[in-house]
């Protein structure tokens, strides 16, 4: 596709549940970034891959956050026993490598109730 | 520890004027500086970025200004126009790390 896609665009779940979120980086893309946005806050780094290996996952906040990524391509987030505090907008940025500007996804509201 | 600050939370401007943002860093490993804009419901969408090589960037109306000295940039937008309206998040980065960094944001309104 033509942009990074992030599916699904909304998901609601219950507490304890776990939730997988997916990203489609812009082809030939090498690095891929995770953010998340909570409510009026900042974009909060979570973890970032160049190619399949994650050199920096110092923003995951728990153990309960694992990502990976596979083929260099597609990267799937999963948040295991969700908690009301991981409620956020998760949002996946992707660039063509480490230097320039990366380019988001429309990002996953998350809600869990 | 926030390495990229943006001490202002927002801005009000008048259509036809600048509007000028600002950031600070604190890490002078950063080498590469972006702005970033966005509207409620989107992610974020690349506007103009500044390598630590240059202390100016131009693209139309948006310009960044760089300040290593001081560790500041800028982003100037001449004239504004309403549909500039939008929360401005600046970002940093070490170019042989890949992170980027992002400030908290600034809300600006441009009112015709």
């Known amino acids: 596709g033509a942009g990074v896609s992030q599916s699904p665009s909304n998901k609601v779940t219950e507490k304890g549940k776990d939730v997988e979120l997916r990203c489609d980086p812009i082809s030939g893309h090498t690095a891929l970034y995770w953010y998340r946005q909570s409510l009026g806050q900042g974009l909060e780094f979570l973890i970032y891959f160049q190619g399949n290996s994650a050199p920096d996952k110092s923003g995951l906040p728990s153990d309960r956050f694992s990502a990976e990524r596979t083929g260099g391509s597609v990267s799937t987030l999963t948040i295991q026993r969700t908690q009301q505090e991981d409620s956020a907008v998760y949002l996946c940025?992707?660039?063509?490598?480490?230097?320039?500007?990366?380019?988001f996804g429309q990002g996953t509201r998350l809600t869990v109730v | 520890d926030q390495q990229v600050k943006q001490n202002s939370p927002s801005l009000s401007v008048q259509e036809g004027r600048i509007s000028i943002l600002n950031c600070d860093y604190t890490?002078?490993?950063?080498?590469?500086f972006l702005w970033y804009k966005k509207y409620p419901a989107e992610g974020p969408t690349f506007l103009i970025s500044?390598?630590?090589?240059?202390d100016k960037n131009e693209d139309g109306r948006f310009t960044v200004f760089l300040n290593k000295s001081a560790k500041h940039l800028s982003l100037h937008i001449v004239p504004s126009q309403p549909g500039d309206s939008a929360v401005y998040f600046c970002?940093?980065?070490?170019?042989?790390?890949?992170?980027?960094?992002f400030g908290q944001g600034t809300i600006l309104t441009v009112h015709p």
């Open positions: 940025a992707s660039s063509l490598v480490s230097t320039g500007g990366a380019f």
């Open positions: 890490n002078s490993m950063f080498d590469y």
């Open positions: 970002a940093a980065k070490e170019t042989s790390y890949g992170k980027l960094t």
């Open positions: 500044i390598s630590s090589i240059k």
